[in-house]
């Protein structure tokens, strides 16, 4: 067994760092999202203590300026000539320039705009400034416009229901970032949430179950009840609901899109509507049946309110995750592929997204669906939003549709965004601030023709584990203010020091408004780099707080406030054991962070695969870098998506190292993840085999899965094998896992060999 003594043999390097990134094309001012160009022109000018605006806004933008500003974060009265504010709408020809222009100069703000949402941006622009200068504002010119025409929230009020204070009180946040989509998800499996005048078992009963939570909900078999029962936890909107809503929402400039889904997740319109369902009754199936004519009348019908009440040119009808196993065994499904002719359950289901498109489009308007509306041939005129990754938005955007990127591994709100078990109960594979931060939604390189289809962005507050409103923002916030920048902020503008320095300004702020967002990890965060030529790794420790201290040892002791301060990276060439931890000033922040850090045996290696114990390569970011992923040297971080994770389904890790050599071996081990809401799962057994000639190999250990991790729902375990050295040039490393009901991953990210 080698020492800890004997592993502290890192080389801490001394090259000096750089100060940050590279500066950014615009000063760094406190602005969130960053504008596209700012000039700072000397000095600074003190907002008086009364401001006053004047503008030339007609009188009916006029008062609509007027009903927004008792929520505007400075107080504005009415001036004359000489007010202090000057708001100029010159009523371009473009309704959907949202540009502006604001000058901070010696007596006078001046915000000139082509619309009212521009202005409406400057005012934004304006309020970050007076909060974030003290009053005390740099002089400067900002000229700025979004990126993207469209930058949007999400919000789920099917899983659990939140009432329209909560929804307007985050509509007002989420504009003052510049956001002006709220994508409304008001129907699905947990309940639906509109009430639709003659259909009136959607509202008194599919809108309400006896289990305030969708876990309790759940695990009690999915019932409804009727709206009188007692424990009826739920609820829906109502006509002056839905307007109350949109008028909050037109006020900031936010375009509010209705979801209808259909074809699946519609397990509470079969609850109450049974005979829409390939079987005739409730809680069998979560699709409707597609061959009954009953349905399309009861969409249409479900349509026409939808339509009456939005005003939305867009109209989202889901069409993501329905299951073809009933339309399988249907009769009536059946008859329609055959009378119709189309190429089975995959035909049917773009089918009825094609007849209802026809619908929408003859009313005026258009659809918008989740990218699986793209199997079995797209509906001619629908926009895709994208979650299963990008590339079902790229392939859209290839046939000359509109695409909005949302892809899970950057946009969704509902997955952890810290390591698991400093967090309440999420979807696995964490998407962390910066994660969110670095999405760049149409990059260059696809090309003029498909990044002029991707227009914008947006975030999606699922809310399977958002029991309450307190826990809506925490989840949504601070990560949708950086893909509020994502979406306004062009690419070369974006800096993560400077957005790190900015939301945790922010974050105060929305404290300071009765808002609850995460404050940000207390945990130290790491990142590496490999050398291959000098043979080293270097180690930096980041953390997503800002101002802190990162404290740190390399002896194996408890990091305290006498430890050293980190402030240059660790150049490993062999191995390191760090502890590190935050200190906001003298408390200790979090968890003591354990880092080992390897340059090993493997690294660089050939490695080959058993053919039943090879890894997934249907997704990327499931690949690692592929057939060198697990000896490259490089280590994953929080999320299976992170492209440093290497996925194995069916479920088994069979392969053979090359050392190249006959070496000294005493120490062979694997990190392994486990997540299960995405049904990543631990090993239950890892062997570890050696051989000189590659022929014959000995068991060198067996390590099995401890109880207390199999009974975590998200955690990280290494397993492998220790011991006196020994002489292997090829090393055989088998990880295998349990049964389970349901298909199940296991995630690695280096074989380290030492
Ligand atoms: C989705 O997350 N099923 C769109």
């Not at 690692?624 to 996925?647: E, F, I, N, P």
Request: hydrophobic share 35%; aromatic share 10%; proline share 6%.
């Amino acid at each position: 067994m080698l020492t800890l003594k004997h592993l502290i043999t890192a080389s801490i390097c001394t090259m000096a760092m750089s100060s940050g990134a590279l500066a950014a094309a615009v000063p760094d001012v406190n602005l969130t999202p960053m504008p596209n160009a700012v000039s700072l022109t000397g000095g600074t000018v003190r907002l008086p203590e009364v401001l006053t605006y004047s503008t030339n806004l007609n009188p009916a933008d006029l008062a609509d300026l007027r009903a927004y500003l008792p929520s505007y974060p400075l107080a504005l009265t009415p001036g004359g000539k000489d007010a202090f504010i000057n708001i100029a709408v010159n009523g371009g020809t473009d309704e959907a320039d949202e540009s502006y222009k604001l000058t901070v100069a010696p007596g006078r703000v001046t915000i000139s705009a082509a619309t009212p949402a521009g202005a409406f941006y400057g005012l934004q622009t304006l309020a970050q400034l007076a909060r974030n200068y003290n009053g005390e504002l740099p002089a400067m010119t900002i000229d700025d416009a979004p990126r993207f025409s469209y930058r949007g929230v999400h919000i789920d009020v099917s899983r659990h229901f939140f009432d329209t204070d909560y929804i307007k009180k985050q509509l007002d946040m989420v504009a003052s970032y510049k956001l002006n989509r709220m994508h409304w998800h008001l129907t699905d499996g947990a309940g639906w949430r509109l009430e639709i005048p003659g259909l009136p078992r959607l509202t008194e009963f599919a809108a309400w179950r006896p289990q305030h939570t969708y876990a309790e909900w759940r695990d009690n078999g999915g019932k409804y009840c009727e709206y009188t029962d007692p424990a009826a936890s739920g609820g829906y909107y109502t006509e002056a609901d839905v307007k109350d809503v949109l008028e909050y929402a037109r006020l900031r400039h936010i375009t509010v899109i209705p979801e209808i889904e259909m074809p699946g997740h519609s397990s509470e319109v079969l609850a109450a509507y049974p005979e829409l369902s390939c079987e005739g009754e409730p809680y069998v199936s979560g699709e409707v049946c597609i061959g009954n004519e009953a349905t399309f009348s009861f969409f249409e019908q479900v349509l026409d309110e939808v339509i009456r009440l939005f005003p939305s040119h867009y109209i989202h009808i889901g069409g993501d995750e329905a299951s073809r196993r009933h339309w399988k065994n249907c009769p009536k499904c059946q008859q329609r592929i055959k009378d119709e002719g189309l190429d089975g359950e995959d035909g049917l289901q773009s089918y009825m997204i094609e007849r209802i498109e026809r619908y929408i489009n003859s009313k005026g308007r258009d659809i918008i669906g989740w990218d699986e509306i793209l199997d079995g041939g797209l509906a001619p005129n629908a926009t895709v939003m994208s979650w299963r990754g990008v590339e079902g938005g790229i392939k859209a955007a290839r046939q000359g549709h509109d695409a909005i990127m949302t892809p899970e591994a950057y946009c969704y709100l509902d997955h952890y965004q810290d390591d698991p078990e400093t967090q309440p109960v999420a979807f696995g594979s964490p998407v962390t601030i910066f994660q969110s931060y670095s999405f760049n939604p149409a990059p260059a390189e696809l090309g003029d023709s498909i990044t002029a289809h991707i227009i914008g962005v947006q975030g999606n507050n699922w809310a399977e584990y958002i029991p309450t409103p307190e826990h809506g923002e925490y989840m949504m916030y601070p990560r949708i203010i950086a893909l509020g920048e994502v979406g306004w902020t062009q690419p070369e503008h974006k800096d993560q020091a400077s957005f790190k320095h900015r939301i945790n300004d922010e974050i105060r702020y929305m404290q300071s408004r009765g808002y609850n967002p995460f404050t940000l990890s207390e945990q130290v965060q790491t990142a590496q780099t490999i050398d291959y030529d000098r043979k080293c790794i270097t180690l930096s420790l980041t953390s997503e707080k800002d101002p802190i201290d990162i404290r740190y040892t390399l002896d194996g002791s408890e990091p305290t406030l006498a430890s050293a301060l980190y402030s240059q990276p660790f150049v490993v060439t062999d191995s390191i054991i760090l502890k590190a931890r935050l200190f906001d000033g003298e408390r200790p922040l979090g968890q003591v962070k354990t880092l080992r850090t390897d340059y090993h045996k493997a690294i660089g290696k050939t490695i080959t695969y058993a053919p039943d114990g090879d890894y997934y390569r249907d997704k990327k970011e499931y690949m690692a870098g592929g057939q060198t992923g697990l000896v490259d040297g490089l280590r994953g971080g929080k999320s299976y998506m992170d492209g440093r994770w290497q996925g194995f389904c069916p479920n088994k890790l069979d392969a053979v190292i090359d050392l190249g050599e006959v070496t000294e071996i005493s120490r062979v081990m694997a990190n392994f993840m486990q997540m299960k809401t995405p049904q990543v799962y631990l090993p239950v057994k890892v062997e570890v085999y050696a051989s000189t000639d590659g022929e014959n190999f000995t068991l060198l250990g067996t390590d099995t899965l401890r109880d207390e991790d199999a009974a975590l729902d998200a955690t990280f375990a290494d397993f492998g094998w220790t011991g006196a050295p020994v002489p292997a040039r090829y090393v055989r490393f088998v990880a295998t896992q349990g049964e389970h009901r349901f298909s199940t991953f296991l995630f690695t990210d280096e074989i380290v060999i030492q």
